[in-house]
């Protein structure tokens, strides 16, 4: 389909932040509309705190329900997606909804502090509230430090960390998750002009997305980017049948990506450059070593997140050296003509 024949949707989330109203989880949550393959979709989602964090004097902890992050717009049904079938998710543009974004230290969470995973009798780092001002006008994010007079101007980079589908075997995962079905990758490669492909695991798939970041680096090293309402417009299609996509992937006008997420991060890494191996040899048709020879002297590897309840690791190869091959019967680029 054309973008000239595509239909467009404006979808409204419920903003009133009920978490009875609201899906913060990938599955059990029925789909809120239904699209067909080839829509473009105008929404928006509110931010990880679903907006109770509004200045330094907010701390997480205080104003959120642990329980309740990462507020998700969607389910979307998506007509004749069946198991086996794979979404192609298009995105626009992801631009910022307001003129602030906050970030924070959280108790207990993040790359470099005790986690109830990694048990420790020290007590937690500070819980901190920073506030960034946004003007999308001039592409900047100002990082503002609070113990000292501070200030610098950051690019502004807008994705989204959460995006994904329904798992498999009914399974019900928190938007805090990342793993198979997509969810909370935090990566931020997932920016304007990026298609993500995740494999369809149930009936019309259910995608949803959410956790908008103004910016983020690589790992989100404190668990908190900064974090931001986001007006989003995005394509959602179909590809029937064909090779399965087992752990979701990327694409953007320079590279193919891979994902995987799990713990240790040493198995995201190994998730995430299998899979780029096995894409690479069925774009090619390379044997397993010689493919595994290619991605080993092509590979990036960036790292998504490292504070998640799973870790994500993104294997990226360029596409200049893959050079014309069509990728994922070319939807990536069919969607990026003007």
């Known amino acids: 389909m054309t973008d000239s024949d595509a239909d467009v949707l404006r979808f409204e ?10 899906a913060y989880t990938f599955g059990g949550f029925e789909p809120l509309v239904s699209v067909r393959p080839g829509t473009v979709v105008s929404t928006w989602t509110m931010d990880c705190f679903a907006g109770r964090v509004r200045s330094t004097a907010d701390m997480v902890s205080e104003v959120c329900d642990p329980r309740f992050l990462n507020p998700q717009t969607g389910p979307f049904y998506v007509e004749g997606a069946e198991p086996g079938d794979t979404l192609a998710v298009h995105f626009r543009s ?29 007590p937690a780092l500070p819980e901190r509230t920073w506030v960034y ?13 609070l113990d000292s ?52 695991n149930v009936p019309g798939a259910l995608f949803s997305l959410g956790d908008g970041h103004a910016r983020q680096g690589e790992g989100e090293t404190c668990g908190v980017a900064v974090e931001c309402a986001m007006d989003t417009t995005l394509v959602i299609d179909l590809i029937k049948g064909g090779p399965p996509t087992p752990w979701p992937r990327m694409e953007d006008d320079a590279f193919i990506m891979t994902t995987g997420s799990t713990r240790p991060l040493e198995d995201a890494f190994r998730i995430a450059h299998t899979e780029m191996i096995r894409w690479v040899q069925q774009l090619t048709g390379l044997s397993d070593t010689d493919a595994y020879q290619f991605v080993t002297q092509t590979a990036l590897t960036p790292i998504a997140n490292v504070v998640d309840t799973n870790y994500t690791v993104v294997t990226k190869v360029a596409k200049r050296f893959l050079p014309d091959i069509p990728v994922m019967h070319d939807i990536h680029a069919r969607w990026r003509r003007p």
Not at 13 to 22: H, N, T, V, Y
Not at 133 to 145: L, P, S
Request: glycine content about 12%; charged content about 15%.
């Open 13 to 22: 989330p419920d903003a009133e932040g009920d978490p009875s109203k609201l």
């Open 133 to 145: 001002e946004i003007d999308t006008g001039a592409g900047v994010v100002r990082y503002d430090a």
């Open 94 to 122: 992801i631009t910022p909804r307001e003129s602030r974004g906050v970030s924070s230290t959280v108790p207990l969470f993040g790359a470099l502090t005790a986690t109830p995973f990694t048990a420790m009798l020290h």
């Open 149 to 200: 007079p501070y200030q610098v101007d950051l690019p502004l980079d807008p994705m989204h960390g959460t995006v994904g589908v329904a798992p498999a075997l009914g399974e019900v995962r928190s938007s805090l998750t990342p793993g198979s079905w997509g969810g909370n990758m935090d990566t931020p490669e997932m920016r304007t002009g990026t298609t993500c492909y995740l494999g369809v």
